[in-house]
């Protein structure tokens, strides 16, 4: 049987007032494929389409989705639709105004992005002065009631101010606290240099947040996942391929993940051209990763049976450290070429960012 | 416990679907049996366990619940999911 999308991850524009040299958008941003954004009522036949396929989860992401001037009336499609939404933001745009309209329109949960729990380094590794917005964003959601979840993503210029980042996220009332370590997709890729961190680093966090949840206990939910790069085995990313989530782009194209439009050959089918109904269930891009009959060797006879437990891993990173999209996920140990994951550990002494931006194409 | 409520954010709702209730959360949903949704239901800030205690097993011509409703708050408050409104 096939399985049934819980997630629908909108990514209502790339546009973003942050320049944060570890987003998951894609390098060329700037493109003009991406410049004509949906129209409102593409978004909201989308989500009727997706609570009837079974998605109960709906992210307003981007780039920044509070640049979307359509976003109450957004919010209030998603509540007709019966699904539960969450915005994603990095809380500049987050007044006390727009909070009190989305509020009004039944958004459901605010997930708040702080870079660094320092001022100075916040506004360094965003590349925008935001921190003071964030913390003004953050009570803004508190006051109104909303569920807040605060997310900082990891690496080594942040990591040692684990325990800071730990009392900030009490001290703003989050019930939740997503801990993500970078990922490296997106711009992440550009500047993996200057954010791997060492394994020391990732050892002392982990033991930060141990002592977090004994001290403060379930008020908070924090999140902590290591990172890729330091696992024997692979994650089952994005749950599997085609099995939990479907991305909208911007422009409409739907994806299997965040990064999937890296992998050469694959077509996204769009919502103007299509339900999503057929999408999940047909398309190419779906269908090309699902289950287990794509894999090849090490996976085909995995020796500890994983094959439904990480389906193979990231599509990815597979693609990008081996050059085949369906080779095993080189995090795994059984890979032939889990050396170049090891190799990657070692973390080179750049500090120097490449920051996000739509002006000019990447050059990595 | 003393007044058990849903945690912030927290909402109940019959999913037609997959023809299940669920409990969705931020980023998040918890399948539920028919009898934890109707506990959960009860968890309105307002209710003390005795009284959802005696509602539920009302429902359930005078059925011995208590253990059953203990257990499940019990381990929805572990999870952060179900908070005390006193």
């Known amino acids: ?364 | 416990m003393t007044r058990p409520r849903l945690a912030t954010g927290a909402r109940l709702r019959y999913d037609e679907v997959r023809e299940e209730h669920v409990l969705l959360i931020p980023e998040g949903a918890v399948r539920l049996n028919a009898t934890a949704a109707q506990v959960l239901e009860l968890c309105d800030g307002e209710r003390s366990l005795d009284d959802i205690v005696g509602a539920l097993s009302a429902r359930f011509e005078g059925a011995e619940v208590r253990d059953d409703v203990l257990e499940l708050v019990g381990a929805m408050a572990q999870r952060g999911l179900v908070v005390d409104a006193a």
């Open chain 1, 1 to 364: 049987m096939q399985p049934r999308p819980s997630t629908l991850i909108a990514e209502l524009s790339y546009q973003c007032p942050l320049h944060c040299p570890y987003c998951s958008n894609p390098l060329d941003i700037g493109h003009e494929r991406y410049r004509t954004e949906l129209e409102t009522e593409h978004w909201i036949r989308s989500f009727g389409e997706a609570r009837r396929l079974g998605v109960l989860q709906l992210a307003f992401t981007g780039g920044e989705p509070m640049l979307r001037r359509d976003l109450v009336e957004l919010c209030a499609g998603a509540r007709d639709a019966g699904l539960y939404s969450s915005l994603i933001t990095a809380g500049t745009l987050f007044t006390r105004d727009r909070a009190e309209a989305l509020k009004a329109a039944g958004l459901d949960h605010v997930q708040i992005s702080i870079q660094s729990p320092d001022a100075a380094d916040n506004d360094r590794i965003a590349g925008n002065r935001s921190f003071e917005k964030k913390i003004a964003a953050a009570r803004h959601a508190r006051d109104l009631d909303f569920p807040l979840t605060i997310n900082c993503v990891l690496h080594r210029q942040n990591l040692d101010r684990i325990d800071e980042l730990l009392d900030l996220t009490l001290d703003l009332g989050a019930q939740r606290l997503e801990l993500a370590n970078t990922q490296y997709y997106g711009w992440a890729v550009a500047n993996q240099e200057a954010l791997m961190p060492s394994w020391e680093q990732l050892q002392r966090a982990e033991e930060a947040v141990q002592r977090f949840r004994e001290r403060v206990g379930p008020a908070v939910h924090v999140l902590w996942v290591l990172p890729d790069f330091y696992e024997e085995l692979p994650k089952p990313c994005m749950g599997g391929w085609g099995r939990t989530a479907m991305v909208v782009a911007p422009n409409g194209d739907v994806l299997p993940c965040q990064a999937a439009s890296t992998i050469p050959g694959l077509e996204f089918a769009n919502v103007r051209d299509h339900p999503l109904d057929w999408i999940w269930r047909e398309s190419d891009a779906f269908a090309r990763f699902r289950g287990t009959d794509w894999m090849q060797e090490p996976c085909r006879t995995c020796p500890l049976g994983r094959q439904e437990v990480d389906w193979g891993g990231c599509r990815c990173q597979a693609l990008r450290l081996t050059g085949d999209a369906a080779a095993a996920d080189p995090v795994c140990r059984f890979s032939p070429h889990h050396d170049r994951v090891v190799a990657a550990r070692e973390p080179a002494q750049d500090e120097q960012f490449v920051y996000r931006t739509m002006k000019r194409p990447a050059r990595v």
